[in-house]
Antibody, heavy 117, light 109 residues
């Protein structure tokens, strides 16, 4: 069974940093593209970042480029999102999602990130 | 940047048919995917490549895509179908890569 479990969310101050983790099970992240998608409270879905199976191709949304870094650890079968220079409008539930070509076929339950002073 | 436009809300009586639209410039040239999200839960894929259903999704769910509009159709609507529905495309042309529609709240009367 495919499972994705996010962790690392919490409260951060504006300008601060947080690192999200996503532990995958039931499949190898080496064989799949992965993404982070976020959802601000009461709002819609917003794609954040993508990493290819090999890790050689990475994309970011304009809203986070230069502040967020996606990475993965094959040994831990985990995906990460390092978030720096956090802003109030980064407040959201962050989901990791497994990509198949151009869509997301599995999602984690999400990790809440709150940026507030 | 590429924009996908969905109606904020759609209401339908039980047993009737609901149609949720997703508009975009020449969206018919892209492949559209749909997700269902119930309160407090993660999104679930309900349609991919315009009209393919993942295993476990009822046949009551169908999709189409042509011209400037993609549509998710739910036949014989049930109370359990009440949820937010989001369309999504992968658009490398714009540099955004992944674009979601704003979402449609489906209310079962």
């Amino acid at each position: 069974e495919v499972q994705l479990e996010e962790s690392g969310g919490g409260l951060a101050q504006p300008g601060g940093s947080l690192r999200l983790s996503c532990a995958a099970s039931g499949f190898s992240i080496n064989n799949y593209e992965m993404s982070w998608v976020r959802q601000a409270p009461g709002k819609g879905l917003e794609w954040v970042s993508y990493i290819s199976g090999s890790g050689g191709t990475i994309y970011y949304a304009d809203s986070v480029r230069g502040r967020f870094t996606i990475s993965k650890d094959s040994a831990k079968n985990s995906l990460f999102l390092q978030m720096t220079s956090l802003r109030v409008d980064d407040t959201a539930v962050y989901y990791c999602a497994r990509c198949r070509a151009s869509f997301f076929d599995s999602w984690g339950q999400g990790s809440l990130v709150t940026v507030s002073s | 940047s590429y924009v996908l436009t969905q109606p904020p809300s759609v209401s339908v009586a039980p047993g009737k048919t609901a149609s949720i639209s997703c508009g975009g410039d020449d969206i018919g040239s892209l492949t559209v995917h749909w997700y269902q999200q119930k309160p407090g839960q993660a999104p679930v894929l309900v349609m991919y490549y315009d009209s393919d259903r993942p295993s476990g999704i009822p046949e009551r769910f169908s999709g189409s895509n042509s011209g400037n509009t993609a549509t998710l159709t739910i036949s014989r609507v049930e109370a359990g179908d009440e949820a937010d529905y989001f369309c999504q495309v992968w658009d490398s042309r714009s540099g955004q890569h992944v674009v979601f529609g704003g979402g449609t709240k489906l209310t079962v009367l």
